[in-house]
């Protein structure tokens, strides 16, 4: 590592480089070691990619699996890393300048094959139960008469009571 002390630098220089040397970790030694782990699970499920993960000027990451195939409609997959572990990156074949879409953690030569022909699984949405009620259960007012609020009323009572006993708790208190 070519230091600034090398060159003409201010007296405190020196002190400050090895204070920042004592910090730990740089950001380049934490991209350097993401893109080694890249490497290593690959090398471990006994996959050669055709471009290793590599730091470099633009501080590539991912390691290039499978050129997408527009003729065979099969997907681009490279592997990356998201900061937590090895994971899977996929580009649609029929739109090679759209943005990667990130997939699972990638633990199996299978998962690769998968994703080459099929693109990474989408997540299915995540409903909350408990607020779609509530706002069923909220909206169960207004302009209505008074047998109609009373019927009304009791279906927010027992969609909280319910809420409540499946353990979500409601939380909240009965409106008069």
């Known amino acids: 590592m070519t230091t600034t002390t090398d060159q003409k630098a201010p007296a405190w220089y020196a002190a400050a480089e090895d204070e920042y040397r004592r910090l730990g970790t740089t950001k380049a030694d934490e991209i350097q070691r993401q893109a080694d782990e890249i490497n290593q699970v690959l090398a471990d499920l006994g996959i050669t990619p055709l471009t290793p993960a590599r730091v470099g000027i633009r501080t590539v990451l991912d390691a290039e699996l499978l050129e997408a195939d527009a003729e065979r409609e099969l997907w681009a997959v490279d592997a990356t890393h998201d900061g937590q572990r090895v994971v899977l990156q996929v580009q649609d074949w029929e739109y090679q300048d ?15 094959v998968h994703a080459h022909n099929h693109g990474v699984p989408v997540p299915a949405p995540v409903r909350d ?12 007012s207004g302009d209505l008469d008074a047998t109609t609020y009373a019927v009304a009323n009791q279906i927010r009572g027992l969609t909280l009571a319910l809420l409540h006993a499946a353990g979500t708790g409601a939380g909240r208190t009965d409106r008069t």
């Open 129 to 140: 139960l408990r607020a779609e009620a509530l706002r069923i259960a909220d909206s169960l």
């Open 98 to 112: 759209s943005p990667f879409l990130r997939g699972p953690a990638l633990t199996s030569r299978a998962q690769v």
